[in-house]
């Protein structure tokens, strides 16, 4: 595989005709030569069932900083189209409710892991996994959300549903510049949360604010060994999308009743924790997972992505990028160095 070996004038297609060839960001995982880049794709390599889609926006997600490399163990084809979020136009359907035309969104479930993704200007993805973009959201706007604010929402919504309202306390956030935690900060101080953000950016107390957040404290405060396992309460709630030895210190300090939504893993996968926060606190560990959410459910928390719960300051999250910019976005998401969300202009 070649980088970019098609040349960036060659034509566009025709928006309501299945395209000849057309540009993608593939990872080749597996043999002795993993690489990855743009390349030109045929229309032949495309799964050949499901909706035929002309893909307008993605986005990056940590995800796909793994599914992009061999050490990540995420891609289980190779060579895949990276991408776990798309966003673009039906191009055919044959499916009732699809019609050619229709604004779309798809994220999770296999794409960008077992079935090619969104890191192309064509993808195929089966009716089951799609939703129409919901009123009051452009397409870019999806993507500036995409599987990190979808996950977000699914987190908030599960401290909710546990009881949680604004004004019982301030809520913490960790990982707060990131795709999950910005969009987490957004979503709380949408809905009149008192938010506190965790970061290691000592220089995105601005950007953290500007999203709403009321007090931004300096991560290595929760991602220090040592600590006992009760600790002076400080909030009533968490998203946690760091994991790790975070994790179990946000545990030692939730109020008594409080809960944490844990969706993620970017400091760790252990939890060295004791069950003192669950037994002496009544303390609820909520676990999210935003991959395999049933197709009815996810298509009503979009609606919800589009009203109550849409982030505040969304257009100050969103960079955008294109597909020629990839591979340096996808080792910063690795590195932990991204802010916001990088939005892929995948026809730019
Ligand atoms: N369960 C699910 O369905 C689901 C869905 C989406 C994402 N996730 C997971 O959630 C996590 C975040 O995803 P994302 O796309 O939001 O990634 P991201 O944009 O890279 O955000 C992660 C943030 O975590 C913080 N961080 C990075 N390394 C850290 C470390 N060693 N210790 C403490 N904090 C660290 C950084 O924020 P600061 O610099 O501000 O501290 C970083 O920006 C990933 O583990 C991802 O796999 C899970």
Known sequence: MTDDIRPKSSPRYDPHMPPGSFRAYVAVTRGDH????????SSDELPSDGVLIEVHWSSVNYKDGLASTPSGRVARISPLVV?????GRVVDSGVDGLPAGTKVLAHGYDLGVSRHGGFAEYARVPAEWIVPVP???SLRDTM???TAGYTAALSVMALEERGLTPGDGPVLVTGATGGVGSTAVGILAGRGYEVVASTGKKDKEAYLRGLGAKDVMDRTLLSEDGSKPLESTAWVAA???VGGTTLANVLSRIEYGGAVAASGLTGGVDLPSTVMPFVLRAVTLIGIDSVQTPIEARRAVWQRLASDLKPMSLDTMGVDIGLDDLTGVLDDILQGSVTGRSVVDVRR
């Open 239 to 241: 998203v946690d999308c």
């Open 83 to 87: 991408g776990v979020d798309l966003a």
């Open 34 to 41: 993993p690489t990855r880049g743009v390349t030109t794709m």
């Open 144 to 146: 500036v959300i995409g």
């Open 135 to 137: 009123a009051g959201l």
